[in-house]
DNA sequence: GACGAGTTTAGCGAATTAGCTAAATACTCA
DNA sequence: TGAGTATTTAGCTAATTCGCTAAACTCGTC
């Protein structure tokens, strides 16, 4: 993955981490994210403009207000490409059903 | 994962991603780490204390030098719960897997 | 017990990061 | 166009991180 090096600095943080979790459902306004944190909206703006860099989530105007959603491929195939990389053995009969779905 | 955020820290480094990529394959001396690397032991040494404390590596004490050995139950766990955290559709069958091995 | 090899600990400096407030930008609606 | 809401950008500070060198520690051997 040529991204890794990025998504991995961007998952070190667990504000960053639980935006994600947070997005899983459906995408979400910046504020409507923020609204669920104790730091300001600012703060938030700059992880989601770290985890945008990474590819993890993608984002679009809706009129007033920009809306968040998770990118899960790019979380998948990182995670998953570098456990396959340091464990080949043990995620061998995972990867190859992911092969398959894809 | 208790652990997680230890482990998510721990991976955000390249070094250190290299370095549990280094062990795949067999135990190795924190010397012999250090040798596939263009940086100083103690940084070296620095960065095996936090892939302990995340309990990425264990190690032992062989005579004169410090083997280090690769946990992969702890990687392959934390990126797995994460992923299923966050995108539990998608990784529904690699888990169903998971827990047939375990 | 002293030496040598291997490794870690201490302590420092430069760079990065995450938070904040204030100000700027983007868009909608009257 | 002017006001109001949503979000980002700029600029700052405090804390963390990663690299280094020097010094200390551990173990086996003489």
Redesign the interface.
């Known amino acids: 993955m040529r991204n890794a090096?990025r998504v991995?600095?961007a998952?070190?943080d667990?504000t960053r981490?639980q935006i994600?979790?947070e997005l899983?459902r459906k995408e979400l306004a910046a504020g409507e994210i923020g609204a669920r944190f104790a730091i300001s909206a600012p703060s938030i703006s700059r992880h989601l403009a770290i985890l945008k860099a990474a590819d993890l989530v993608s984002e679009r105007r809706a009129a007033n207000r920009i809306l968040y959603r998770?990118e899960?491929d790019t979380?998948?195939e990182s995670?998953?490409g570098?456990?396959s990389?340091?464990?080949?053995t043990?995620?061998r009969?995972?990867r190859a059903?992911?092969a398959r779905?894809v």
């Open positions: 090096a991995f600095r998952l070190a667990p981490r994600l979790e899983k998770l899960p979380l998948i995670l998953n570098y456990l990389a340091v464990c080949p043990q995620v009969q995972r059903i992911t779905r």
